[in-house]
C-alpha cells in the first residue's frame, strides 16, 4: 500500500487545483513519492474520504486546496474513532484563494515551494476548536482548526455563502467586506469565559486557534496553536470609518491597541444574543449557524507538517 493519501479539491482557488493537478503529479512523480490520490466530488466529501481513508490503514494524509478543504480534512480526522487523532501525520499543500491556516506556521504559499519539503518536513501537535451551535433548529457541532468569528465576521462569510459569492481574490474580497460592513448593525450579545462575562453590542468576536483569517489579517493575534488556549478577541461597537481606518491594524496584528478592543485567552467561550436579533457564527470561513455558541479546545489533537 502507498505511503501517502492525498485529497485534492478541484474546485479550490477557483479550479487552480485542476488546473495543476497535473504538475502536481509530475512533481510527486520526479520526488519518488509512492501515493494515492482522489478528487473531492462535492463540499463535505474530504470529511468522509479521510475517515475511509484512515479506516483503510492510511496514516499519512495530504489535503490539496484552501482553508475549506483543510476546515474539512480535519473534522474528518477528529470525527472517526479508529485511529487516535494525533498519530495522523497530516499536511496541507495550499492552492486555495485565502490560504490563512499556513500562515501561522510559515508555510509557503507557493504550492512548487512547498512541495519538495513537506514529504520530509516535521510534524508539531496543534489543538483544535470545537463550536456547538444551532442551525435549522438543532445544536450542531464542527471542529475548526483556525479562526472561529461571531457578529460581523460571520454576517460576511453567510451573505457570501448565500449570494454564492467566491472571490477571487484579496481585492473582490475586500470589497464585499465592504459593502457588508454597510449593512451590518452591531449585535447585543454576552460572553461568557474565564469566569467573566461582558454584555456588550460586538462589531466582531473572533476565537482562534491559529492567527490568520481574512486573507492576512490578524483577528486573533495573541493565538498559540498548541498552548491549550483559545484566544479570544472582542471588538465592542465602532463607528464604521473608525472600522475601516482600523483595518491596517488587523494586517498589522496591532488590533489589540484600539480603545475598543480587548484580547484575551480562555479554555471555552459561550456567545449568546441578548436581543431578537441572531448572532451568526461562522469558523474557518464557513458558514455554521447561530447563537448561543460554545466553544472549547482539544488540546494537542491534531499533527500537523510544518517547516523546519
Ligand atoms: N468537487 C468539488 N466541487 C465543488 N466544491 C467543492 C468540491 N470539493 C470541495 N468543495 C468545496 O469547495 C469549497 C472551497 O474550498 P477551499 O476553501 O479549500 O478553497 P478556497 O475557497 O479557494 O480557499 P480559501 O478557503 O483558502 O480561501 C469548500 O467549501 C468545499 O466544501
Not at 97 to 105: Q, S, V
Not at 174 to 188: A, E, G, H, S, V
Request: aromatic share 12%.
Amino acid at each position: 500500500m502507498p505511503n501517502w493519501f492525498i485529497i485534492a479539491n478541484p474546485a479550490a482557488g477557483g479550479g487552480l487545483v485542476k488546473k495543476v493537478w497535473p504538475a502536481i503529479e509530475a512533481e510527486l512523480q520526479k520526488l519518488q513519492i509512492q501515493y494515492v490520490s482522489n478528487f473531492t466530488i462535492g463540499p463535505g466529501h474530504a470529511t468522509t474520504m479521510v475517515q475511509e481513508a484512515l479506516t483503510a490503514g492510511y496514516r499519512h494524509i495530504i489535503a490539496v486546496g484552501g482553508d475549506g478543504t483543510n476546515h474539512e480534512v480535519i473534522n474528518g480526522i477528529m470525527l472517526q474513532k479508529n485511529v487516535p487523532s494525533a498519530e495522523v501525520n497530516y499536511g496541507l499543500l495550499p492552492v486555495g484563494t485565502g490560504n490563512d491556516w499556513i500562515r501561522t506556521y510559515g508555510i509557503p504559499r507557493d504550492w512548487r515551494e512547498w512541495l519538495p519539503q513537506l514529504f520530509a518536513a516535521p510534524s508539531r501537535l496543534q489543538d483544535v476548536g470545537l463550536a456547538s451551535f444551532w442551525t435549522g433548529g438543532q445544536k450542531s457541532e464542527r471542529f475548526f482548526t483556525n479562526v472561529a468569528g461571531l457578529c460581523y465576521d460571520a454576517f460576511v462569510v453567510k451573505t457570501m455563502a448565500d449570494q454564492q459569492i467566491k472571490p477571487s481574490n484579496r481585492f473582490v474580497y475586500l470589497w464585499w467586506i465592504l459593502k457588508c460592513l454597510f449593512r451590518f448593525q452591531p449585535t447585543p450579545c454576552k460572553i461568557s469565559f474565564d469566569g467573566q462575562s461582558i454584555q456588550e453590542s460586538c462589531y466582531t468576536i473572533n476565537i482562534g486557534i491559529c492567527k490568520y483569517s481574512g486573507g492576512g489579517m490578524q483577528f486573533v493575534p495573541q493565538a498559540i496553536p498548541d498552548d491549550g488556549l483559545l484566544g479570544l478577541t472582542i471588538a465592542r461597537k465602532i463607528p464604521k470609518w473608525d472600522v475601516i481606518l482600523s483595518t491596517p491594524r488587523f494586517y498589522a496584528g496591532t488590533i489589540g491597541g484600539h480603545p475598543k478592543v480587548t484580547l484575551h485567552q480562555s479554555k471555552s467561550v459561550l456567545v449568546e444574543s441578548t436581543s431578537e436579533h441572531p448572532v451568526y457564527v461562522e469558523a474557518d470561513g464557513e458558514f455554521l449557524g447561530e447563537c448561543p455558541a460554545e466553544f472549547t479546545i482539544v488540546e494537542n489533537a491534531i499533527r500537523v507538517i510544518v517547516p523546519f
